[in-house]
């Protein structure tokens, strides 16, 4: 199974650390995951939360952050309360991206995400997911 994520702007650092988590797990061994930047894309690295939303929603893929706030109406938590669908996919969110330099962290987060994307079908419209 492929699944491609993309990584908001405050988790761009991090890939290298999911990645270890992956191996760590061993579910490298039975997804295929694609972790993309929004420059990966060729998206403007000033995309509104909106945008980022609304992109991800379309080429139907997988949004990872930790970005929580809901500081006006076009914050993330405020679009994924306006445009939420029972089609539309999680946005995933991490409890502190800081914490994935940490094992044990790690692998919870790594775990919670493939269970997610293994059951992706039972979490479509749930707005949003918190790891771990």
Do not use: C
């Amino acid at each position: 199974m492929k699944i491609t994520i993309l990584l908001d702007h405050d988790l761009e650092g991090q890939v290298v650390f999911l990645k270890a988590g992956l191996r760590e797990t061993g579910w490298d061994q039975h997804l295929t995951l694609e972790f993309k930047r929004l420059r990966d894309l060729n998206l403007p690295e000033d995309y509104t939360d909106q945008e980022i939303w609304r992109y991800a929603q379309q080429q139907r893929l997988l949004l990872l952050t930790n970005n929580r706030n809901k500081d006006d109406a076009t914050s993330l938590q405020a679009i994924i309360e306006q445009e939420n669908t029972p089609a539309a996919l999680p946005v995933i969110t991490l409890s502190d991206k800081d914490e994935l330099a940490l094992a044990d962290y790690r692998l919870r987060v790594i775990s919670g995400l493939a269970e997610i994307i293994i059951d992706l079908d039972n979490y479509l419209g749930t707005g949003r997911i918190f790891l771990p």
